[in-house]
């Protein structure tokens, strides 16, 4: 049995100051097929707190503290409708609410995964989250990409993939280019490709490419591969996963030795 990371993020889950209920739903009906008919152990990271909250309380969320309150709101509602959804297919979910420390220690570690380990025997799916209310410097500097590559190396995955509002990895911004050209493949991922900066003329490199390559690289130096896809349109999440054809999207896997 295969073992998958999911990581969703706030731009798909979000939508207009909503909560984009319609692709949450699809998100859900594409782990459920997975389990169902390719027999995978699902562990979904799911961004989305925040935003949520903000659905229900306008804040200004440069504030640090007013991030965190929405986080607080956000968060059961995000769970709330995961387990209406999920319920559908009478499958049972879990939430895990971690921080980037949590891994840096050995006992609170292991302690993780054997709770993980739990719910995958008894077929239910973990979701796991930042603790966004406590973690200060994760609200600031982290995102879910780098606790979903953690989750993926850490709860021993075979792949992680990332479903998100940018479909692939291109070789320069395709919205500035239009010759971009996407990577179906990538065997490395190089260090100047982690130090590209936000610009005040590109998105391309904030909080979005730039922290896959992170997460990337930190799975291929381990052997464990990535895949990005648009969680937008799920056309080709479909193809790779359940009928196990690169359409598009892009796969990160080191070369073999």
Do not use: W
């Not at 309380?57 to 709330?80: E, F, S, T, V």
């Not at 179906?184 to 003329?201: A, W």
């Amino acid at each position: 049995m295969k073992r998958i990371v999911i990581k969703v993020g706030t731009a798909v889950l979000t939508d207009n100051n909503k909560l984009a209920l319609e692709r949450l739903s699809n998100l859900v009906d594409f782990i459920a097929k997975l389990k169902k008919e390719k027999k995978y152990e699902v562990i979904l990271v799911s961004s989305g707190a925040v935003g949520a909250g903000n659905t229900r309380l306008h804040l200004d969320k440069k504030i640090i503290y007013n991030r965190q309150a929405l986080a607080a709101i956000g968060q059961p509602l995000m769970m709330k409708h995961y387990k209406k959804k999920f319920r559908e297919y009478d499958i049972i979910c879990g939430q895990i609410l971690m921080i980037e420390t949590d891994f840096d220690s050995k006992k609170r570690t292991k302690n993780a995964q054997n709770v993980v380990e739990i719910l995958l025997e008894n077929d239910v799916i973990p979701i796991v989250n930042e603790n966004d209310v406590v973690a200060n410097d994760e609200l600031l500097f982290g995102d879910n990409d780098q606790l979903a590559a953690h989750a993926a190396f850490y709860f021993k995955a075979d792949i992680l993939a990332i479903l998100s509002d940018i479909d692939g990895y291109y070789n320069k911004n395709p919205r500035e280019f239009e010759d971009a050209v996407l990577q179906k493949n990538v065997d490395v991922v190089y260090e100047s490709q982690l130090e590209m900066k936000h610009t005040p003329n590109s998105e391309f490199a904030t909080g979005g490419i730039v922290t896959k390559l992170k997460a990337a690289k930190f799975l291929m130096d381990r052997n464990i591969p990535m895949f990005l896809s648009s969680g937008f349109d799920l056309t080709n999440a479909y193809e790779f996963f359940i009928n196990e054809n690169h359409k598009s999207g892009t796969l990160f896997k080191a070369q073999e030795v």
